[in-house]
């Protein structure tokens, strides 16, 4: 992994969840979503299986 990501273990903000949700919504990659919210993926993965949204994987 090239990057690394400074906000280990973070706990998620309520604006940050809703950036997420919108995020998600309008159809963005993880990869995506990942740089736009300075997060690991597996941490917007983990947060969007948690509240139940579908993330668009890159092909």
Same mark, same amino acid.
């Given at each position: 992994?090239? %990057? +690394?990501?400074? *906000?280990? *273990?973070?706990?998620? *903000?309520? $604006? %940050? #969840?809703? +950036?997420?949700? !919108? =995020? @998600?919504?309008?159809?963005? @990659?993880?990869? @995506? #979503?990942?740089?736009?919210? !300075? *997060?690991? %993926?597996?941490s917007i993965k983990q947060r969007a299986k948690? $509240?139940? =949204?579908? #993330? !668009?994987? =890159?092909?």
């Open positions: 992994m090239a %990057e +690394k990501f400074e *906000r280990h *273990r973070q706990s998620w *903000r309520p $604006d %940050e #969840i809703q +950036k997420l949700h !919108t =995020l @998600a919504k309008k159809g963005m @990659a993880l990869k @995506a #979503i990942s740089k736009a919210m !300075t *997060r690991s %993926e597996e948690e $509240d139940g =949204l579908s #993330i !668009t994987k =890159l092909r």
